[in-house]
């Protein structure tokens, strides 16, 4: 061997790939195919296929490329930030940053579907619910949404919903953060809603369906809403407030004022800015609402022995069942930083909240105070932690001079300077924030003699929050480890077994992928940090654009979109906007196969477009016959094609191409759906294809963990005749150099590049794996998807195959047929395999009554086979009910899962524990206890209760 293959440059791909040689080999056997470069000539149309080598460089090794990741990551400067505008340095305690942000326990969940398995990120995220709850004042609040200007967009349009005043008017308050306003007016365009600016006085001058208003202001300013909330409220409007989480701990609730919805970010919870994300968005609002509102509420239901268990509520699964008249399109959030937000909160409780305000609210008093006492002038009286200085003619050179001391400040306009204070803000720092606005150092402790906090008593917080025992019991780090550890066992996440669910890509998330994201050059960084300091950033992002551009072979990719469903909404904003461009703005038709996912109803609608539902054959391929006569019917109307490619089905249709020239034809544009791209990769690609503008979830294909049900990212690659159209930002420069984004766009999400401090994992994941890694990825994903067809399908029917009986990168097992003749249902099946110690594959997508099963390319074959081997033992056992063996309603299947509560109880069952706990040898040796047994979703949507119950209830 040569030194050069002694070092090895490719052992990542065999650490991510799980199939050995030899497995490969015998896997390929066993399905009948000669090569793998067989099976996927089987697989995918030839007439799609790309044959040459990816235009990427080759695999680098995990040492090697953490050593570039890190020399990328030094190019950052890491200066003090006191720019604000809702994105605030702060400090992670250490026992979640390790035990949760850097804990694969946490971070390889998926969103809890599966509820029975998911009770501890379930509690996590109620009690988070209850700190926004205990916070805003208001009834009910979800379990995040992606970011604050999203969150108020999704706001505004509840706010329609909900109101009865006719007018399509929404008033924003004019110190409502740049960004947020941005975004809400991207969605207020395509809604159709005029938006009406002001000061918050203005809320009730005319028939507003909502309002929204900043607290405290994007000034610092905190003014008193109440009198604007009555006002409008008077003339029917509703009152949204996006306010700061931790300005609540010591003002007026956004409830005791009057306001019906309160919205904001809780990053400066213990979360990195990250250059803008991720950090989880709140969304708080009244009882009555509750119907109406966006994304996932946690309840509290009971399980089939009476006792607490929760799971998600009410809007679950509302996309699949609402389509186009669903509340939002809200899929993914961000539930692993909405879980470290309220573990911040469990951990410093209701005093220690209350003290982390106080010192941030009072280094800002003094700061002001001591820029006052030498003659500063001090554009508010009250305020939080956010001070305006009329800096007049030394504006340029006190920037200039903070700057070069390391501290980034919010230059306003020529002559007024902005400091945010923030918990991780020292004395130190308020000493040189002085000297440097005054020019004298200033005795800090006179100061905190004379100075006193500058909130009117009017608006000082006097009720309670977080008294919940849950935010007053775990302060010690000893008590908080083991808090987090106990959640932590209740749930079944990618390091206890494969999660095989179809169209998620649940496959590693790679320690080296993970490691940058945690460095301060990545964390610490605001979004509007000046541009000289986010060189590493650029670069970066750079970087993975044009490793997205390679594999699908767009022209332009835009970085902003923070989840798949937002990836598809700034798509179809991008083929509005081409549209109107080419005086075109009627094409309104939105064809969608009726295999798609719910989110492309969910966002085509809030486009402003109209969904026309194209059928699908019997073979779930799209019916090109009626995709003709549809798109030729609402040909002059035609905007978009959303097409989910492979499809949904599970399968590479032959004819994509002619239904993208179909579409073409008739003067649509193509959008692909990206969430199967990881059957793509290397073999074939979505521009080649003929799509003009597809997302590619980062978060499957792309190796960033779900994180139990978020973080994402969605960007979007576009041909070179959508790339003008892509979104900018209000605020910060988004040019990568990339002379086609078009100024004045306006954005789809609060920061420039979305979550822009996970980019580090997909970069790291194609860095690692090169042009040959990628696509053998591909090509391993379907090989072990046809694998485990064929062994399931001498079990269960497997519902489509592609033209030569192979399927894509997931398969369908169709359960209708043996419910119809022994009435298990997949929900049996799926409540089974938690016995078995498995996640459950997709339930009920896209076809009702089936599972989906995607195993990845990073499965082994032994875990495959564990999986098979449950699977075919499930089969026997509903073969055993049908047969009378065991009762209908009384045998493993229906009890299932068996929890931890039943091992010492009473056992009058027609089978034995073993049975019940133990169902294949291989569990005893890594059994996984359900801690509650089947819920009852049913009751909980009927009582429902979405905040913490009394804590005796879960002991
Ligand atoms: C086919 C498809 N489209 C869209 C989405 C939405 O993506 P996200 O959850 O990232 O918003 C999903 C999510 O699972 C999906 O499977």
Redesign the pocket.
């Known amino acids: 061997m040569s030194l050069s293959t002694l070092f090895n440059h490719e052992e990542f791909i065999a650490r991510h790939i799980g199939p050995n040689a030899a497995d490969q080999a015998a896997m390929l056997a066993q399905i009948g195919a000669d090569s793998i470069e067989y099976l996927v000539a089987q697989t995918i149309p030839d007439d799609i296929r790309f044959k040459q080598k990816l235009p990427l460089p080759d695999a680098v090794s995990e040492v090697d490329a953490l050593a570039k990741i890190r020399a990328i990551a030094a190019k950052n400067i890491v200066n003090k930030s006191f720019i604000g505008l809702g994105y605030y340095p702060n400090i992670t305690p250490n026992v979640i940053l390790r035990n949760v942000l850097e804990n694969p326990g946490w971070y390889t969940a998926y969103t809890p579907y599966q509820a029975e398995i998911a009770q501890g990120r379930l509690e996590a995220l109620l009690n988070y619910q209850q700190m926004i709850i205990d916070m805003t004042g208001l009834d009910l609040a979800n379990a995040s949404l992606l970011d604050e200007a999203t969150a108020a967009a999704e706001a505004m349009a509840m706010a329609r919903r909900i109101s009865k005043v006719k007018a399509e008017k929404f008033f924003v308050d004019e110190q409502v953060l740049p960004q947020t306003l941005d975004v809400v007016k991207t969605r207020a365009q395509y809604f159709g809603f005029e938006l009406v600016i002001g000061a918050v006085t203005a809320a009730g001058d005319d028939d507003y369906f909502g309002a929204l208003l900043q607290y405290p202001g994007a000034d610092g300013a905190v003014r008193d809403l109440t009198a604007p909330i009555a006002a409008l409220k008077a003339r029917g409007g509703v009152a949204i407030v996006a306010a700061d989480l931790l300005a609540l701990a010591l003002l007026k609730s956004p409830a005791e004022m009057g306001a019906d919805v309160a919205i904001g970010s809780s990053q400066r919870f213990g979360i990195p800015m990250g250059f803008g994300g991720p950090h989880a968005a709140y969304f708080a609002f009244k009882d009555e609402m509750k119907r109406s509102a966006p994304g996932r509420i946690i309840g509290v239901s009971i399980d089939a022995k009476g006792k607490t268990a929760l799971r998600m509520a009410l809007q679950t699964r509302e996309q699949h069942i609402r389509r186009e008249k669903a509340n939002s399109n809200i899929?993914?959030s961000q539930v692993l930083l909405a879980n470290m937000a309220g573990m911040y909160a469990v951990y410093h409780g209701p005093a220690g909240i209350k003290r982390i305000a106080e010192r941030t609210h009072r280094l800002a008093s003094l700061f002001a105070q001591g820029v006052r006492a030498q003659g500063g002038k001090i554009l508010h009286d009250a305020f939080f932690d956010t001070v305006q200085v009329n800096t007049g003619a030394q504006t340029a050179s006190i920037y200039a001079a903070a700057l070069a001391a390391g501290y980034n400040l919010l230059q306003v306009s020529a002559s007024v300077l902005s400091v945010a204070f923030h918990e991780a803000a020292s004395q130190n720092d308020l000493a040189t924030l002085i000297q440097l606005f005054t020019g004298q150092s200033a005795d800090l402790a006179a100061l905190d003699v004379a100075s006193s906090e500058v909130i009117p008593a009017a608006l000082q917080r006097t009720s309670a929050y977080l008294t919940h025992p849950v935010f007053n019991r775990y302060h010690t780090e000893h008590e908080m480890l083991r808090y987090l550890k106990r959640l932590e066992n209740r749930d079944l996440a990618m390091n206890h077994s494969m999660i095989s669910l179809g169209?998620?890509t649940m496959k590693l998330n790679a320690t080296s992928e993970m490691i940058p994201v945690t460095w301060a050059e990545f964390g610490n960084i605001h979004p509007f940090a000046p541009q000289a300091q986010t060189v590493g950033y650029f670069e970066m992002i750079n970087g993975l654009a044009d490793q997205l551009k390679a594999i699908t072979g767009f022209d332009a990719i835009c970085m902003q979109p923070n989840?798949?469903?937002q990836g598809e909404y700034a798509g179809l904003l991008a083929i509005r906007r081409y549209h109107d461009s080419r005086n075109e703005a009627h094409r309104d038709i939105c064809l969608i196969p009726k295999s798609a996912?719910g989110?492309n109803p969910a966002t085509a609608q809030m486009m402003g477009l109209k969904v026309v539902v194209v059928d699908c054959d019997d073979s779930g391929n799209v019916d090109l016959a009626d995709l003709k006569a549809k798109a030729e019917l609402h040909g002059a109307n035609l905007a978009a094609l959303m097409l989910?490619y492979p499809s949904?089905h599970g399968v590479f249709e032959t004819a994509v191409k002619a239904i993208c020239a179909t579409v073409h034809q008739f003067g649509g544009q193509v959008y692909m759906?990206g969430?199967n791209l990881n059957a793509q990769v290397g073999l074939t690609r979505p521009a080649d294809i003929g799509a003009d503008v597809s997302h590619m979830?980062l978060?499957k294909t792309f190796c960033i963990p779900h994180g139990g049900g978020g973080p994402?990212m969605?960007p979007i690659g576009m041909k070179a005749h959508l790339a003008p159209f892509m979104s900018n930002h209000a605020v910060a420069n988004i040019d990568q150099g990339d002379a086609s984004v078009a100024q004045g766009q306006s954005a789809v999400s609060a920061a420039p590049f979305g979550s822009a401090s996970i980019l580090p994992i997909s970069w790291m994941y194609i860095t690692m794996m090169g042009a040959g890694g990628v696509k053998h990825a591909t090509e391993i994903a379907l090989l072990n998807a046809n694998y485990m067809m064929q062994q399931l399908s001498a079990h269960y029917p497997v519902l489509y195959t592609g033209a030569n009986g192979r399927v894509a990168h997931e398969c369908i097992i169709d359960i209708r047929p043996l419910k119809a003749a022994s009435g298990i249902t997949e929900v049996d099946i799926a409540k089974r395999l938690m016995d078995y110690g498995f996640h459950a594959p997709t339930m009920s997508f896209p076809v009702a009554g089936t599972l989906m099963i995607e195993p990845t390319e990073s499965e082994s074959k032994a875990e495959l086979d564990r999986f098979i081997a449950a699977m075919i033992s499930i089969r026997q056992e509903i073969d055993q009910v049908q047969a009378g063996v065991w009762p209908a309603e009384n045998n493993p299947l229906k009890n299932a899962p068996h929890s931890k509560n039943d091992i010492a109880a009473d056992w009058d069952r027609p089978y034995s524990r073993e049975v019940a706990f133990f169902p294949l040898p291989y569990v005893l040796d890594n059994k996984f206890w359900p801690s509650v047994n089947r819920i009852d979703d049913v009751y909980g949507d009927r009582n429902l209760i979405c905040a913490c119950p009394s804590m005796d209830q879960y002991e």
Do not use: K, M
């Open positions: 899929c993914t169209s998620c989840s798949g469903a996912h989110t989910t949904t759906d969430a979830n978060h994402g969605g």
